[in-house]
């Protein structure tokens, strides 16, 4: 089914295919952890989108802000 939304594909970067043993994506990993102050074992797995001429992702509005 085509989003109306979003019509990237993506992937998900973990253990399963070793991509989080990568040594770019360890080093992103472990310095964003450093600039966030939290341990590594706190970071999530990198979801990979892309995007081919063509396709998009809409920002929608989430409402009126509270004033």
């Known amino acids: 089914q085509l989003s109306p939304v979003r019509t990237s594909t993506q992937c998900w970067c973990d253990a399963a ?8 994506v360890s080093a992103l ?11 590594v074992s ?8 892309r995007y081919e001429p063509g396709q998009f992702y809409k920002v ?3 409402g009126k802000r509270r004033g």
Do not use: K, V
């Open 29 to 39: 990993t472990r310095r964003m952890m450093n600039i966030s102050q939290l341990p």
């Open 42 to 49: 706190h970071a999530e797995y990198f979801q990979i989108l």
């Open 60 to 62: 929608r509005a989430r």
């Open 17 to 24: 295919d070793g991509c989080i043993e990568h040594p770019t």
